[in-house]
């Protein structure tokens, strides 16, 4: 129900966007989480379903932005200035909820993943 593209190899400081396409339009809060390789799915960015609030993890925030298409029922999360230990699998999340959360064991629905990986 999530399709998750636009990962790949990058240099440092370069930028990426990744886009998520949802089946449905009732997939309310949207996010974006990553796991580096032998660690915990962490959280990165979520939106609210306008739109209107956005939400970032600190290790994220000032350069990546999230954003939606509600008409196109897609999501995006930009990546610019990126860091080596940006490197992760960046997973795209939904909630059937209205309220936001930044918390994994709180989304619904999951994608497949798309790989990022930034070299120094």
């Known amino acids: 129900q999530l399709q998750a593209c636009g990962g790949g190899l990058v240099q440092a400081g370069g930028s990426l966007r990744l886009s998520c396409a949802a089946s449905e339009r009732t997939f309310y809060v949207m996010g974006w989480f990553r796991q580096a390789p032998g660690k915990e799915r962490d959280f990165a960015a979520a939106?609210?379903?306008?739109?209107?609030?956005?939400y970032y993890a600190d290790s994220v925030k000032g350069r990546f932005t999230i954003s939606r298409d509600n008409a196109k029922n897609t999501v995006y999360l930009e990546m610019k200035s990126l860091k080596p230990e940006d490197t992760a699998v960046y997973y795209c999340a939904a909630r059937r909820s209205w309220c936001p959360s930044m918390d994994k064991a709180e989304f619904d629905y999951w994608g497949q993943g798309t790989l990022v990986t930034v070299s120094s």
């Open positions: 939106i609210s379903w306008s739109g209107s609030s956005t």
